[in-house]
């Protein structure tokens, strides 16, 4: 028995390691592709590699939680206090990163671009170009979505699950943070870890994924205004 639960674990972890790599395959399409440029796309192209990425991607991510999560992502009903948790959760997460950032930034003198946006994306937020909405749908709906359904439902709410709650949301989140390509050790990884980390802890209160989806959206949104602004 023991063997077969090792197995199983060991299964789900290969699982969600190949998810994680597939759910970033819909951002290819927000860069221009072959012999474009940035000002001029083929956007419906891109429109329907996107969107059969999309849908295909999520039905696989979505089918993965179903197996390993064992909950329907349409269950718990929405409790409005649950959403006032997430957007104060949330105000605070990205006043945190912000701080972080400003020390990185002004007093120690680090460069250290946070946000959803790499710096391609944040140089797409600021110039006329079509796919400026692809990535806005990306940034905002579609990945965190997938994201939550992977990090949260997948593996906090499945494979983690008979781990003590707490290690199961720090574990998370640094799994989460490393498939962005970041470590804790760095301002850039810091501030990021705190979005992510809330994510992790909405998911541990609410027991929802809906909720996480919506903190990640909330995250997603608010920065991303802030590099359009800024």
């Known amino acids: 028995m023991a063997f077969k639960k090792s197995v199983n674990f060991v299964i789900q972890l290969l699982v969600a390691l190949i998810l994680s790599f597939v759910i970033q395959i819909p951002s290819l399409f927000e860069r221009p592709l072959n012999n474009e440029t940035i000002d001029k796309i083929n956007i ?41 948790f997430v957007i104060i959760i949330e105000i605070i997460a990205i006043v945190l990163e912000t701080v972080i950032l400003y020390i990185g930034n002004y007093i120690f003198h680090i460069t250290t671009p946070s946000g959803p946006a790499d710096n391609f994306s944040d140089k797409l937020l600021h110039v006329q170009s079509p796919l400026i909405i692809i990535l806005i749908l990306h940034l905002v709906i579609v990945g965190p979505i997938l994201e939550e359904l992977l990090f949260q439902g997948i593996v906090q709410g499945g494979i983690l699950k008979s781990f003590n709650e707490y290690i199961n949301v720090f574990i998370t989140t640094l799994l989460f943070l490393f498939a962005h390509g970041l470590s804790i050790f760095s301002f850039n990884g810091l501030s990021s870890f705190i979005p992510l980390l809330s994510f992790g802890l909405i998911y541990l209160k609410t027991k929802d994924i809906k909720m996480s989806c919506f903190g990640h959206m909330i995250n997603n949104l608010l920065v991303t205004l802030l590099h359009i602004i800024l």
């Open 44 to 84: 419906i192209s891109h429109f329907s590699f996107y969107i059969i990425s999309v849908v295909v991607i999520f039905l696989l991510t979505y089918i993965s939680y179903i197996k390993i999560n064992g909950k329907n992502i349409l269950e718990p009903k929405i409790i409005i206090s649950n959403v006032k």
